[in-house]
């Protein structure tokens, strides 16, 4: 809460009144009688007891109504500080693979899919500012969660993307194109896919790089991520005599590719072999595609000056109309 006066110059008569009023009263006690009695004797025995409250009381209702009045001339205000806040966000989406490699234990504990979503989400949530959205690929690419501000939607459906959903394959340039497709509208500053994925381009009616050139058409920079560490990874498979145990594969990203797709969108390319390194990233990329925010500070103030001009109003009427009935003075 702000409180002020709009005219506190106004204030500044505050002394010359207090000179006035005190002025007024010595002159009042040095006036000379207007009527010669021979003997007083009579007067004082007619007058009623004297009562030093009663016969300043007018005078002290007359000084605090002056005093209201005053400051309801120099405007009394409150206000509150607000803050107009406007942002040139970026749109983001989150391309994620979910074909069955992406169940790969080389993210310990974690396997691959499982530390992508928990990074992601801590990337979502710190970009308030921004619209993101998700797309999930295999065999097909579809749309999780279409561009939004609702942050606790998308971290839900975040949570329930998973592996088996589709058929099993990685189409980076089908998911390359479904993102150019929900981003290619956007008015936002940048526009941005962040494209994470464990594999080889095996399945989809576009390749990646024909996908890549329609990107940087349309000015949607694209991020590569490729996930995995180098060599051999644990993956689980499901036996039917043995049941679920963890076979050693080998494991392949085309490397090649993604750089490509980032190269030629404007964007770049990184590595993740473990849950941290994977966190650096979208760190780093987030450093890179910062919210422009410009904020102007301002007080709505509110006028005060009824709360004193009323009851000074009062107070001054009802002084002078105690000064001529029960408090008047007597001769």
Known sequence: MILRFAHPWVLAAAPLLLALLAAAYVRRRRRRPRLLFSSARLLREARPPENPARRHFPALLRMVALALLLAALARPQSGARAMRVSTEGVDILLAID???SMLAIDFEPNNRLDAAKTVAAEFIRGREHDRMGLVAFAAISFVQCPLTLDREILLGLL??????????????????????????ESEAKSKVAILLTDGVNNTGRIDP?????????????????????????????????????????????????????????????FRATDTEALRRIFAEIGEMEKTVITSDTYVD?????????????????????LSATLLRRFP
């Open 159 to 184: 949570e329930e993307i998973r592996t088996g959903i589709v058929e099993d394959g990685t189409a980076i340039g089908m998911a390359i194109v479904n993102c150019v497709n929900r981003l290619k």
């Open 98 to 100: 979910v074909s069955t």
């Open 209 to 269: 790089a024909t996908a890549a050139e329609i990107a940087r058409t349309m000015g949607i920079r694209f991020y590569t991520i490729g996930v995995g560490k180098e060599g051999e990874a644990l993956f689980p498979i499901d036996d039917p005599i043995f049941g679920r145990r963890l076979v050693r594969q080998k494991t392949e990203i085309d490397e090649e590719i993604l750089r490509k797709i980032a190269a030629s969108t404007g964007g770049r390319y």
């Open 301 to 321: 103030y509110t006028d005060l000056f009824g709360w004193f001009l009323l009851p000074g109003a009062v107070l001054l009427l009802a002084e002078g109309i």
